[in-house]
């Protein structure tokens, strides 16, 4: 069994910053592949980015070349730093974790066993 727990959401205006943290417990996190998804209301969770146990990197297209997913393993934590944030960003970000021996991150809610409860980034304009 793994533990997730998000933080670093808020409030932030439009082109501000925000980082977000995962922390992980109850197996060896450098087994994981980790993954971040989002959720806006009435809308369905969606990829945003993933990460292999080796570090390769994998984003959405809206989100690329403004958040940038790292890992670490020391840590046991995944963070996703996220720049220039716009109000279509606003949802409940997720953390996810795959325990499986998958060499790539997947971008399907479906590939993860795992799950935090979610931290509520708004962005506003």
């Known amino acids: 069994q793994v533990q997730l727990v998000e933080s670093g959401g808020g409030l932030v205006q439009a082109g501000g910053s925000l980082r977000l943290s995962c922390a992980a417990s109850?197996?060896?996190?450098?087994?994981?592949?980790m993954g971040w998804f989002r959720q806006a209301p009435g809308k369905e969770r969606e990829f945003v980015s993933g990460?292999?146990?080796?570090?390769?990197?994998y984003y959405a297209d809206s989100v690329k070349g403004r958040f940038t997913i790292s890992r670490d393993n020391a840590k046991n934590t995944v963070y996703l730093q996220m720049n220039t944030l716009k109000p279509d960003d606003t949802a409940v970000y997720y953390c996810?974790?795959?325990?499986?021996?998958?060499?790539?991150?997947?971008?399907?809610?479906?590939?993860?066993?795992?799950w935090g409860q979610g931290t509520q980034v708004t962005v506003s304009s």
């Open positions: 996810a974790a795959d325990r499986s021996p998958r060499v790539v991150a997947s971008t399907s809610r479906n590939a993860y066993d795992y």
């Open positions: 109850g197996r060896t996190f450098s087994d994981l592949i």
């Open positions: 990460i292999s146990r080796r570090s390769s990197t």
